[in-house]
């Protein structure tokens, strides 16, 4: 019998001659992918004449690529039995933090991520300029709490905007409307960089000014190389500047909080994720884990096929990221100028109109963590998280189980629990427009508990919903709730139409 080191054995497949042929194929077959790539980006470069910042891009996305195609040669995946909950010590309860004061805010800068479309939701343009609550957009809610922030403290908070190529130019055309306000604000555009043919790993654009929809940009972990290459990090320190409060821009539970500031500061951390509680809507959401005794992020892209029940599991991973991030700015920029922010690689598979299978390569800003010392999570209300991805979630923060003051949504004190309602809108109320017509009103919900709404369904004025509503209209059916009804634990089917008289 053959020992365990013989090439003969059959468990040895790290020297077995089949499996470095397998190995040194791959190989050389990325390493030609490599050199086919370089050579396209060369070109675009090229073309682009003088444009530093398109070329810088290209550079960006070649480092970005040959990553990919390392990983893939080295079959390289998260060893998931060595994936552990994190300690004690790596996820804090907010309820341990002490109470900090705005002697900190001088240090601080906001940051909203605004490189996303209102597509889903059926606008056009930034999502940003969605309106959400008492006819304030998500930027004037953001502008708003700054505002008042500066304005209460005789502070400068400055509010930045990341935007993408996709919502730059008409980002830029609305802020001009806080001119008077008294907030500083900054933009800057991430990168832009190729889709890649599936097939043959090459770049779908030819040119420079190739259509737009042959571009994509890279997720929200391009915002270090991005801040950093646009200027604006070194014009932030300059200013005094040292702590970065990032989160989505349609996250209206996303406040400037004294205390995690102060606690940041205290601790020497450089990085803290606000992280809270799963519940099953949540099940999807990066988590943080005990890697080999470091913090990281996971995200469900980069879990085996077979452990993504596992993954989803609220037993095992009960927290969830809500992309809610304070940043060390000097250790951004330490790390930009020594080391390379190696973020793990999201491969985010799309077909275009025309049928072609493309990729995008992407990262996620909370991969970061693991670069900075000290870093943490804060395991925060869920009140922190207030995201608007669907109209359903538009349906609860405009109705009265919300109050917006200064910019800041509070939930009603008279609804008995602090747990948010299920809800459930239908195909039919998916884009805002539809939404808003089939709603004379937005009921009043201090009592649901969860709401199902599915075809062809209007509300009158001052409709009241408690408990758990499910209306269903079947194909060819019509439903009208009639103004002032209340429901209460009910099931509404068939035709129930209201005339107008």
């Known amino acids: 019998m053959a020992t365990n080191g013989n090439p003969s054995h059959p468990r040895s497949d790290r020297h077995h001659p089949q499996t470095l042929s397998m190995l040194d194929f791959k190989g050389a077959a990325y390493a030609t992918s490599a050199k086919a790539i370089k050579a396209e980006l060369d070109n675009l470069k090229t073309q682009a004449g ?11 996305f070649y480092l970005l690529f040959t990553r990919f195609l390392d990983d893939r040669a080295k079959g390289s995946k998260l060893n998931w039995d060595k994936i552990q909950s994190p ?13 900090g004061g705005p002697e900190d805010l ?24 969605i309106e959400v609550r008492d006819g304030m957009t998500f930027l004037d809610v953001s502008v708003r709490q700054i505002e008042y922030l500066n304005k209460t403290y005789g502070v400068d908070v400055p509010f930045i905007l990341m935007n993408s190529f996709n919502t730059d130019d008409e980002t830029k055309r609305i802020v001009r409307k806080y001119e008077t306000h008294k907030v500083t604000i900054h933009t800057f555009d991430q990168s832009k960089y190729p889709r890649i043919k599936k097939e043959t790993f090459l770049p779908v654009p030819r040119t420079p000014d190739a259509p737009i929809d042959q571009w994509y940009p890279p997720g929200h ?6 801040i950093y290459n646009s200027g604006l990090l070194d014009e932030l320190l300059s200013q005094g500047k040292e702590y970065l409060f990032v989160s989505n821009v349609d996250n209206l539970g996303a406040t400037v909080d004294l205390n995690i500031l102060h606690h940041m500061i205290e601790k020497d951390s450089e990085f803290i994720m606000e992280v809270t509680d799963k519940t099953k809507a949540d099940i999807k959401g990066g988590t943080l884990i005990d890697y080999n005794g470091q913090i990281r992020l996971l995200e469900i892209a980069q879990v085996p096929d ?9 037993k095992k991973f009960h927290i969830f990221n809500t992309n809610n991030l304070w940043i060390n700015l000097k250790a951004v920029k330490k790390i930009m100028e020594e080391d390379n922010m190696d973020l793990e690689i999201i491969v985010n598979n799309k077909t275009t109109d025309n049928g072609e299978k493309v990729i995008q390569l992407e990262t996620a800003v909370g991969a970061g963590i693991k670069h900075f010392k ?6 925060v209300p869920r009140s922190r998280f207030l995201p608007v991805k669907s109209t359903s979630d538009l349906f609860l923060v405009t109705s009265n189980l919300y109050s917006l003051v200064h910019g800041q949504l509070s939930m009603n004190p008279k609804r008995m629990f602090n747990t948010v309602p299920l809800v459930k809108l239908g195909d039919e109320f998916k ?7 089939r709603f004379k009103t937005i009921p009043h919900i201090l009592e649901l508990d969860h709401l199902t709404v599915t075809g062809d369904v209007t509300f009158g004025a001052d409709v009241e919903l408690r408990g758990t509503v499910i209306i269903v209209a079947n194909h060819g059916e019509r439903i009208d709730i009639p103004p002032g009804s209340i429901l209460e634990n009910k099931v509404v089917t068939g035709n129930l139409r209201i005339l107008d008289h």
């Open 106 to 129: 001088a240090k601080l800068a906001v940051l909203k991520l605004n490189g996303g479309l209102g597509t889903t939701m059926g606008c056009v343009g930034p999502k940003s300029a």
């Open 374 to 379: 000290n870093a943490h999570g804060v395991n």
């Open 306 to 314: 077979e452990h993504v029940e596992d993954f989803k599991s609220i």
């Open 87 to 99: 300690s004690k010590d790596q996820i804090v309860p907010y309820k341990n933090i002490p109470k």
């Open 221 to 226: 972990g391009d915002l270090y190389e991005s």
């Open 431 to 437: 884009k805002v427009n539809n939404f808003l017509n």
């Open 50 to 60: 003088a444009d530093k910042k398109f070329k810088t891009e290209m550079d960006g």
